[in-house]
Each structure stands twice: as structure tokens, then as C-alpha cells.
């Protein structure tokens, strides 16, 4: 992917504030089975949560410039044919944009403004 992007993660609360306190997000759930940390980009993150947190409370939004992931940051297909960034690495946490309550409402989860 040509020029400078931001990139998503959704993560439970408690397992970014753990990530937080060891200064190192190395993932969780299917993160841990596929070996790479899956992240979605703006276009992408609605899909992903109705897709793989619907229902879910206490999330976090997290957001990371691609371009810090350096060479362990890659752009892959997936089972739809859309090209997803996966991190195969782990995560500085103090690399982050900025990190976010992902609320659940009636309608599912509300995001926050995307922008920094």
C-alpha cells in the first residue's frame, strides 16, 4: 500500500491495558491461532466488528500509522479477496495514535471520529 495509512485494532479493555502495563501487545484470540496480529482499515473496521466482536462490550479502538510497522506489517487477502494489514510481530503500545472507548449501542458498536 502506497503512502501513509492508519490502521485498526479491536481489542477487549483488559487485554490492551494488560498490553499497556508489560509494553507489548502480542495479540489475543484468533491472533494467537493465525500467528499475526489482524488489524482493518477505516474502510474495513464495521465489518470486522459485526463480523467477529458483535455483541461484545468493553473494546477498545486502536490506532497505528502502518508505516511504523515497518517490513512485519503485511497486506494479505482474505477469505472475501479484500487485502487486510497483519502484523506479524508484536505491538509497542507507546507507538500507538491514540486508543479509544468502542462502545456497544442498540445498533452495535459506535466508532469513534477517525481522525488523530
Not at 485494532?9 to 499475526?36: L, T
Not at 497486506?75 to 508484536?90: A, C, D, K, V
Amino acid at each position: 500500500m502506497a503512502g501513509r495509512e492508519t490502521i485498526y485494532k479491536i481489542c477487549p479493555a483488559s487485554v490492551w491495558a494488560a498490553a499497556e502495563a508489560a509494553g507489548e501487545f502480542a495479540g489475543h484470540g484468533d491472533d494467537f491461532r493465525d500467528g499475526f496480529i489482524h488489524f482493518s482499515t477505516g474502510a474495513q473496521l464495521a465489518e470486522t466488528a459485526s463480523r467477529h466482536f458483535a455483541g461484545k462490550a468493553d473494546l477498545v479502538l486502536i490506532a497505528v500509522d502502518a508505516a511504523d510497522c515497518g517490513g512485519a506489517l503485511k497486506w494479505e487477502p482474505s477469505r472475501g479477496g479484500g487485502l487486510f494489514p497483519h502484523l506479524y510481530g508484536t505491538l509497542d503500545p507507546a507507538r500507538i495514535l491514540w486508543c479509544r472507548p468502542l462502545p456497544l449501542g442498540p445498533g452495535g458498536h459506535q466508532f469513534p471520529d477517525l481522525k488523530p
